[in-house]
């Protein structure tokens, strides 16, 4: 498989993200090491996602979005996992927490134009 390179703003995303995922799997499913099966599928539809994103480097956070990329059930299990995580990443990882708090200040760029989402 084909290794991705990813810009600094988007590697961040994919950490914070499996940050969140890990915490939220620990805490509402138990795991100690690794991801659940489906916390893990998650995880890469995620970063299936961020590899597509059409804004790239300029990408705002997903609640500010223009373009809405997952498929519907993916948002809610996201959002779940952010309301849970979320609270807790101050604690876990704050560093993590407080950057992506200061990228949803950023005003989202305006849409791209047209590209398939796959």
Known sequence: MEQVKYGQRLERERSTMTKM?????????????????????LLSYAFLRLEK??????????????????????????KDIMRYAGPRMLLR???FAIRHYLDALVEAPEKPSRRVML
């Not at 790239?56 to 979005?65: V, Y």
């Open 21 to 41: 995922i890990r915490v939220y799997c620990r805490g509402r499913h138990g795991t100690k090491a690794n991801l659940c099966d489906a916390c893990q599928e």
């Open 93 to 95: 990882h704050p560093i």
């Open 53 to 78: 994103c059409p804004f790239g480097e300029r990408k705002p956070t997903c609640a500010k979005c223009p373009i809405h990329c997952y498929q519907p059930q993916r948002r809610e299990q996201v």
